[in-house]
């Protein structure tokens, strides 16, 4: 009985262990732009509020559990947005499929035709154009400006966000993405 409690507690520590160990590979892939990536030391759930699809339908973040997500919140009239989003569209080149995917939802009052030139005008053609109009899921996950781009693991679960534009497809950030892809 001594040995079958000695051996269900090492292996809950061992998983324990394995948590916070890739958490802390993820920390130590931060560089440049990418050290501005706050890396949760515990995991925290995405709000269940709903987004409308680019197709007019609705979708919540919990729908895209299975595979690692990046969530993008920006918006037409944002500079910095501007500057990041063909950065983004590399990286859903790069690693896109049933592993990964980046979510982009616009916030607030932005107009179909002014997202869709948004995009045309930045050369951007592989990424969504979701949008969160009442600004309902924006609010709950705490997005206070713009850009927020949040990462989240296969459960649907936020593991880092940062606040502000970065260079996401530098080679912290691709690093960042293997990590959690192969992880």
């Given at each position: 009985?001594?040995?079958?409690?000695?051996?269900?507690?090492?292996?809950?520590?061992?998983?324990?262990?394995?948590?916070?160990?890739?958490?802390?590979?993820?920390a130590t892939l931060r560089e440049g732009d990418m050290k501005?990536?706050?890396?949760?030391?515990?995991?925290?759930?995405?709000?269940?509020?709903?987004?409308t699809t680019g197709q007019g339908g609705e979708a919540r973040l919990t729908d895209y559990a299975g595979k690692i997500t990046l969530v993008n919140f920006w918006?037409?009239?944002?500079?910095?947005c501007r500057k990041e989003m063909p950065m983004l569209a590399d990286l859903q080149t790069e690693f896109g499929g049933d592993a990964f995917e980046v979510v982009t939802i616009a916030v607030g009052r932005n107009a179909r035709p002014g997202m869709e030139k948004f995009f045309e005008e930045i050369g951007v053609d592989n990424l969504p154009l979701h949008?969160?109009?009442?600004?309902?899921?924006?609010?709950a996950?705490?997005?206070?400006?713009?850009?927020?781009t949040i990462l989240v693991d296969r459960d649907g679960q936020e593991v880092a966000r940062l606040q502000g534009d970065a260079v996401w497809n530098?080679?912290?950030?691709k690093a960042i993405i293997r990590a959690m892809v192969d992880g």
């Amino acid at each position: 009985m001594k040995a079958l409690f000695v051996t269900v507690l090492y292996t809950a520590l061992a998983f324990g262990a394995n948590a916070t160990l890739a958490d802390a590979d993820i920390a130590t892939l931060r560089e440049g732009d990418m050290k501005k990536l706050v890396v949760h030391t515990t995991p925290e759930p995405v709000s269940d509020e709903t987004f409308t699809t680019g197709q007019g339908g609705e979708a919540r973040l919990t729908d895209y559990a299975g595979k690692i997500t990046l969530v993008n919140f920006w918006a037409t009239w944002c500079a910095p947005c501007r500057k990041e989003m063909p950065m983004l569209a590399d990286l859903q080149t790069e690693f896109g499929g049933d592993a990964f995917e980046v979510v982009t939802i616009a916030v607030g009052r932005n107009a179909r035709p002014g997202m869709e030139k948004f995009f045309e005008e930045i050369g951007v053609d592989n990424l969504p154009l979701h949008i969160d109009r009442p600004m309902s899921l924006s609010r709950a996950m705490g997005v206070l400006g713009l850009p927020v781009t949040i990462l989240v693991d296969r459960d649907g679960q936020e593991v880092a966000r940062l606040q502000g534009d970065a260079v996401w497809n530098s080679d912290s950030a691709k690093a960042i993405i293997r990590a959690m892809v192969d992880g």
